[in-house]
């Protein structure tokens, strides 16, 4: 169901991909065990979704303020390659799924880096 109130953020592509990859990562992480719910898992789903907030958060302000958010959603998009590494050696995720996670982050990082370089060259 759409909603009535639409932000312009929410048109970006790069934002919409972000969405999915939490979503992506969160189902990953329900089935990592419960000993793990306060440390890999937790830290995992939270560095995927800091990916879209970061882009949403500076998505409103200056181009040189979005730049910087910009950066934190990379950064973010970066802690997930770690976490996902982490979650394939201990065996809660399969190599294929950690290669979707590579796959995906990386297509991420280059549309995070063409919006950065856009408002860079504005």
């Not at 800091?50 to 910009?70: H, K, M, P, Q, V």
């Not at 990082?109 to 504005?122: A, D, Q, T």
């Amino acid at each position: 169901m759409k909603s009535n109130y639409h932000f312009k953020f929410e048109d970006l592509q790069v934002y919409q991909k972000a969405l999915d990859f939490g979503e992506f990562v969160n189902k990953q992480v329900e089935k990592f065990p419960n000993h793990e719910i306060y440390k890999l898992s937790s830290q995992f789903i939270r560095a995927a979704d800091s990916i879209a907030f970061n882009i949403a958060e500076g998505s409103g302000s200056t181009d040189a303020n979005f730049i910087r958010y910009l950066k934190m959603a990379w950064d973010s998009s970066h802690e997930c390659v770690a976490a996902s590494t982490k979650a394939r050696l201990r065996e809660y995720i399969t190599f294929e799924t950690d290669e979707e996670n590579r796959r995906r982050l990386t297509e991420l990082g280059k549309m995070i880096s063409s919006l950065r370089n856009h408002l860079k060259n504005k």
